[in-house]
């Protein structure tokens, strides 16, 4: 079964354009989150999305967004980026079952973003 | 406080010991708790998890929990150089509708030394 992949792997931008992040879950996962990652911070939570709706979200700007398709492929979008915006987003997918949830999160290889 | 507490290290164990990593959590409502281990320049990758009180065996690796302590953590028994990376400790809650929300740990990073 093929894992995560995210697309692109590296991306170079400047300070006010915006981004966009693809991440193909493994077949049959449904949620997607997405996370940042700095040296300073850690892994720092952005949102998950189940069926395409946003189940829940981190506590970063509305700069930041995203979204699920129905074959559970989904975006993250960072418009107007800063310096600080610069680090590792990673992507990872879990299989939900009902209310017991299922916390295993299957990470992709990242997109590492610089902001110059 | 934060939510998951992990002391980033580094840790620096022989070969061939066993290395104890630990982690606390602020929320009593957590359900499920997960070790993540990440090589420098990769991606984290689940090693353990648990969900009840107790431990855990799987090969070289125990993940141990405590609820009434508010800790877990993860034994890693004759370690080995390949063992060198960051252990990132993570904590599930499960909130009403059947909503769950998962924190990290800074992560310990851990030296085994040859």
């Known amino acids: 079964k093929a894992g995560v992949t995210q697309t692109p792997r590296y991306l170079i931008k400047t300070r006010g354009q915006q981004v966009t992040l693809s991440c193909s879950p493994i077949s049959g996962h449904r949620s997607v989150s997405w996370y940042q990652q700095t040296p300073g911070q850690g892994l720092q939570f952005l949102f998950e999305?189940?069926?395409?709706?946003?189940?829940n979200k981190g506590n970063f700007p509305g700069r930041f967004s995203g979204r699920q398709f129905s074959n559970s492929r989904s975006e993250m979008n960072v418009s107007t980026l800063e310096l600080g915006d610069s680090a590792l987003y990673l992507c990872?997918?879990?299989?939900?079952?009902?209310?017991?949830?299922?916390?295993?999160?299957?990470f992709g290889p990242g997109t590492r973003l610089t902001v110059l | 406080q934060k939510e998951v507490e992990q002391n980033s290290g580094p840790l620096s164990v022989p070969e061939g010991a066993i290395a104890s990593l630990n982690c606390t959590y602020s929320?009593?409502?957590?359900?499920?708790f997960f070790w993540y281990r990440q090589y420098s320049g990769k991606s984290p990758e689940l090693i353990m998890f648990?969900?009840?009180?107790g431990d855990k065996e799987d090969g070289r690796f125990t993940a141990q929990l405590n609820k009434a302590s508010q800790y877990v953590s993860l034994l890693i028994r004759d370690s080995q150089p390949s063992d060198s990376a960051t252990y990132l400790c993570a904590v599930n809650i499960l909130r009403s509708g059947g909503y769950q929300k998962v924190t990290f740990g800074i992560g310990t990073k851990l030296q085994v030394i040859p």
């Open positions: 999305y189940f069926s395409e709706t946003q189940r």
């Open positions: 648990i969900y009840s009180n």
């Open positions: 929320d009593r409502g957590s359900q499920s």
């Open positions: 990872a997918s879990s299989v939900k079952k009902g209310l017991a949830g299922g916390g295993e999160q299957f």
